[in-house]
């Protein structure tokens, strides 16, 4: 099926999506009224409403689909093969009786993939609405006929109604910038801003760094089966390639050690320095960043409550800092370049006090140029460990794992941008995924032993679906403790900067591969295609372990404590919110190559960077990633919002689908701790305190954050790369 630049309007107004432009703009999801707007063209990137078309001899029919995010602990929802989960709601009027068209007694829906191969049903509908169920595909069709009994299981009968989800548009972009197709973007052709700046001839270099020579920058890598896109091959990123310690002769750099633990204890000091170190992955020798010559850095075990000292030394060729992730730790010591202090230059010290208030995982990192510096390897983990003794069930051991991934290419690290990101619009996504630093973790473990894992995602912009083959996960706690009842899952999600607490028994001797599962997007072509990373693997042996923990492991645990006291936090549910942030994207002379790619991408998150060679090379000097204040219109640094220490703020931010390259982002907020109240006007029925939120693309959390913790803080976007291009701002707790 091909749908050409002539026939381009007819395939949108196919496509799913009845929302009024009001509508987009309500922070709330989509209703089904909604769903009903004739508005097509603003609601053409909508991900949550689809038509129903009638056939032309039954021209009263009407209807459209709602589609609805299945609510989990993780904010993005997928199957362990990284399908979405969706939950469909059907709202049909002016279906005659169906005896009036035939043999027939009942209308039944169906749901199919483009490729009609097979047919799946979904149940009987009737005028009004009707609940279809969970799909879990990225593109299909839903097919309503008549049928000679509701209970049939093929579709044999009459089609009356038919739809299309909202990721075939997918399939326009291909066919936009097929040269063949008429008005398509050429190879050859000049190219426009995207925002209506000057043309760039020949997708020439502009900006401050124009003199660089394009044969500094390298292709980025691409999978094999990803189809190569029209127009890019002249494109490079209008800053200069660099890499660490660049000229540098890299056998007189250190190896890289492994992690070490560190127990430290109250009054302490620890000194952490961040350095070059020399490290070997997949034959190439890389010069890369390490705390204390280590990779990951030092694990950090504190006891909760403990205040300790770090002296930091910053030996590495950049202006660095440590950013205490999660801890509500004094403000002088956040780490947060141009808010709490100055950039620490090579060769100087700054002491923090870290104070650990709260049990939980949590992790330190730079908190300046962190797409070069975390990236690098500049990320440590800390397990502060819970005062009270059941806090956790129990198990025969913990482990931390530290998630990364590196970009890679046949030379070996692909280069930076020397004046500020590269990969601005998806983030720099890596092909190489490393635990703990190691390209292939392994873990030994005795047959029915319980591991809590704590996961940490410390990458640019990567989220994980991570599984323990089929096993299943508890999942017990996330950022900053337990959950209020502990719960079963197939699968974990992890955004970067999140953090989740799952316990899992390897009740059977052999090999159980972590795995990362999901859907990967080849832009260009408009298809999913499934992808695989095996990131370690658990070897089970025969020999069972003691004490065997089956029954407490088999049991739920409910934290009652936990509830009571978010009871509190549930009643302020009921109030407005006070503070709002619009979650977008302003792009500026972006070349039209690559400006086509961006229209509408119905996805509520990027798994993979389905355009290496257009994020690649659109850099923070053409990307602004923004975050407005819809009550004063302003962006970013220019929002100051001023609380008063007590303050509880319930906070809305909403992920605005009609943005030019609308993604999933991670909100991390500095200082203080909050609970998610609600996704898309769902309330929350099982609560934690978090640092981190994921917002997909087109849908409204709403977040009560405590204001406990005096001081100038930080909210930003964790995607390394969007935080470079701008996406932060500020507020005062006094």
Same mark, same amino acid.
Not at 513 to 520: F, G, T
């Given at each position: ?13 196919a496509l799913p999506v009845f929302v009024s432009a009001a509508a987009l703009r309500r922070p709330d999801a989509p209703h089904q009224d909604e769903c009903e707007s004739p508005d097509a063209r603003r609601a053409a990137v909508e991900l949550y409403c689809a038509a129903l078309i009638p ?26 093969d990284g399908h979405p989960r969706r939950l469909l709601t059907a709202r049909i009027a002016g279906l005659p009786d169906p005896k009036s068209l035939g043999d027939y007694s009942a209308y039944v829906a169906w749901v199919t993939p483009l490729s009609m191969d ?12 009707? @609940? ?65 700046? !000057? ?66 204890? !109250? ?6 320095? =961040? ?5 070997? +992955? ?45 801890? /509500?730790?004094? *403000? ?28 939980? +995982?949590?992790?330190? &990192? ?18 502060? =460990? ?9 198990? *025969? ?20 941008? /020397?004046?500020?990101?590269? &990969? ?6 890596? *092909? ?16 029915? @032993?319980?591991?809590?894992? &704590?996961? %940490?995602?410390?990458?640019? =912009? ?21 959950? @209020? ?9 992890? =955004? ?20 990362? /599962? ?56 009921? /109030? ?11 792009? !500026?002379? +972006? ?108 849908? %409204? ?34």
């Open positions: 099926m091909r749908f050409y630049r002539a026939t381009l309007s007819f395939a949108l107004l056939t032309p001899d039954l021209p009263s029919a009407s209807g459209a689909l709602r589609l609805r995010p299945v609510t989990t602990q993780f904010g993005v929802s997928v199957t362990p097979t047919v799946v049903r979904l149940g009987e509908v009737r005028n009004g609405v009707t @609940e279809l169920g969970e799909v879990t595909l990225e593109q299909y069709r839903i097919l309503v006929s008549a049928e000679r009994s509701a209970r049939v299981g093929r579709r044999e009968g009459r089609l009356v109604l038919r739809g299309t989800s909202p990721g075939v548009r997918l399939l326009a972009h291909r066919d936009l910038t097929q040269p063949s197709s008429p008005g398509g973007v050429r190879d050859d052709g000049a190219t426009q801003g995207a925002s209506g700046g !000057d043309a760039m001839a020949g997708h020439a270099m502009h900006g401050a760094n124009a003199g660089a020579a394009a044969g500094d920058w390298r292709m980025p890598p691409m999978p094999d089966w990803m189809r190569p896109m029209p127009g890019m091959h002249a494109l490079r990123p209008d800053v200069a390639p660099w890499l660490p310690a660049a000229g540098v002769d890299a056998s007189t750099i250190p190896l890289a050690r492994d992690r070490e633990v560190l127990s430290l204890q !109250d009054g302490d000091t620890l000194h952490l320095t =961040a350095g070059l170190v020399r490290r070997t +992955i997949d034959g190439h020798t890389l010069v890369m960043y390490g705390y204390n010559g280590q990779v990951p850095g030092p694990l950090l075990k504190v006891q909760e409550g403990a205040t300790i000292l770090v002296d930091f030394a910053n030996a590495i060729d950049q202006p660095s800092a440590v950013h205490w992730h999660g801890i /509500r730790l004094e *403000n002088r010591s956040d780490g947060a370049v141009g808010v709490t202090q100055d950039a620490v230059q090579p060769g100087a010290h700054f002491l923090y006090r870290v104070h650990f208030r709260d049990a939980g +995982i949590y992790w330190y &990192h730079p908190h300046v140029r962190e797409d070069t510096q975390q990236d690098l390897g500049l990320a440590g983990n800390i397990l502060v =460990a819970p005062n009270a003794r059941d806090y956790w069930g129990r198990v *025969n051991r913990e482990e931390v794992l530290m998630l990364d991934d590196l970009l890679l290419d046949e030379k070996g690290l692909v280069p930076y941008g /020397r004046e500020g990101p590269t &990969h601005a619009l998806s983030g720099r996504h890596g *092909n190489v995924t490393l635990v703990n630093g190691a390209r292939r973790w392994t873990l030994e473990v005795k047959r029915g @032993e319980v591991v809590r894992f &704590h996961l %940490t995602n410390a990458a640019n =912009a990567r989220f994980f679906n991570l599984s323990f083959d089929t096993l299943r996960l508890k999942v017990v706690g996330t950022d900053i403790g337990r959950f @209020e009842r502990e719960r079963w899952a197939t699968n974990a999600v992890i =955004a970067p900067a999140e953090r989740y607490v799952v316990e899992v028994r390897f009740d059977k001797a052999g090999d159980v591969p972590l795995v990362s /599962r999901i859907q990967a997007l080849d832009h260009m072509a408009g298809w999913f295609y499934p992808q695989v990373d095996t990131l370690g693997m658990v070897r089970v042996s025969d020999t069972p372990v003691s004490p065997d923990l089956a029954d407490a492991h088999a049991k739920l645990r409910t934290n009652a404590e936990v509830t009571a006291e978010f009871a509190t936090l549930r009643r302020e549910a009921s /109030r407005p919110a006070t503070h709002s942030l619009t979650l977008a994207v302003r792009l !500026d002379q +972006i070349p039209t190559a690559v400006s086509t790619m961006l229209w509408g991408t119905p996805i509520a998150a990027d798994w993979n960077d389905g355009m290496p060679m257009a994020n690649w090379s659109v850099t923070s000097r053409q990307a602004t990633w923004i975050l407005r204040d819809p009550a004063s219109g302003d962006e970013n640094m220019q929002v100051h919002w001023r609380f008063k220490r007590g303050d509880l703020v319930r906070m809305q931010l909403f992920n605005d689908p009609l943005s030019a390259h609308a993604m999933a982002h991670p909100i991390h907020i500095h200082g203080q701790r909050f609970v998610i109240l609600s996704r898309n006007g769902v309330p929350s029925d099982n609560m934690a305190w978090k640092d981190t939120a994921v917002i997909p693309v087109g849908e %409204t959390v709403e977040l009560l954050v405590e204001m406990s913790n005096p001081g100038r803080w930080m909210i930003h976007c964790h995607i390394a790369e969007h935080l470079g291009s701008g996406m932060m701002t500020v507020f005062d707790v006094q």
